[in-house]
T-cell receptor
Framework: QKEVEQNSGPLSVPEGAIASLNCTYS??????FFWYRQYSGKSPELIMS????GDKEDGRFTAQLNKASQYVSLLIRDSQPSDSATYLC????????????FGSGTRLSIRP | EPEVTQTPSHQVTQMGQEVILRCVPI?????FYWYRQILGQKVEFLVS????????KSEIFDDQFSVERPDGSNFTLKIRSTKLEDSAMYFC??????????FGPGTRLLVL
């Protein structure tokens, strides 16, 4: 069974600080990795996608991928109260039409 | 910005009844998906659809479920005889030839 594991949290971070979210996955042939944000009662909203080892930056967000360690992370710089949400790590297999497997999510709370 | 839309936003039904959940994917997308999220649990893949046929389905997607693209814009999920455990948020997603899946706002299904 292919799994995506995340710490459920809650992770509490002061406003303006860096939030660090981590994820591990079990399927070595996974090719695509995503971070989605989900507010309570809402649908997943894509924040970042990453496909190759290293860092990818987009505004205040940086995704990091290490395929050898089967590890993905998301850094949120200058955390804002509006960043408070559940962050879902998601992994796709080798086929472009294949499913995304989601982790259970990490609840992030930004305290003013 | 184009987005996936879903109707209805909420659906209440009696156990044993049929329900049809509707989705309008982003217009130039070719791959369509249904996911569900039971309250407090992970987002789970149900089915993917490409070129007018199912490309992959999960063990959840049994004979009670079916999908259809009845015209050039709609993508539907039918549950033939609903059970209490079908109560969940159902998300439609779509993607172009590239990797990223974009999610609709969801339909909250409650089976009584």
């Amino acid at each position: 069974q292919k799994e995506v594991e995340q710490n459920s949290g809650p992770l509490s971070v002061p406003e303006g600080a860096i939030a660090s979210l981590n994820c591990t996955y079990s399927d070595r042939v996974s090719q695509s990795f995503f971070w989605y944000r989900q507010y309570s009662g809402k649908s997943p909203e894509l924040i970042m996608s990453i496909y190759s080892n290293g860092d990818k930056e987009d505004g205040r967000f940086t995704a990091q991928l290490n395929k050898a360690s089967q590890y993905v992370s998301l850094l949120i710089r200058d955390s804002q109260p509006s960043d408070s949400a559940t962050y879902l790590c998601a992994v796709r297999g080798y086929s472009s039409a294949s499913k995304i497997i989601f982790g259970s999510g990490t609840r992030l709370s930004i305290r003013p | 910005e184009p987005e996936v839309t879903q109707t209805p936003s909420h659906q209440v039904t009696q156990m044993g009844q049929e329900v049809i959940l509707r989705c309008v994917p982003i217009s130039n997308h070719l791959y369509f998906y249904w996911y569900r999220q039971i309250l407090g649990q992970k987002v789970e893949f149900l089915v993917s659809f490409y070129n007018n046929e199912i490309s992959e389905k999960s063990e959840i997607f049994d004979d009670q479920f079916s999908v259809e693209r009845p015209d050039g814009s709609n993508f539907t999920l039918k549950i033939r005889s609903t059970k209490l455990e079908d109560s969940a948020m159902y998300f439609c997603a779509s993607s172009a030839a590239e990797e990223t899946q974009y999610f609709g706002p969801g339909t909250r299904l409650l089976v009584l």
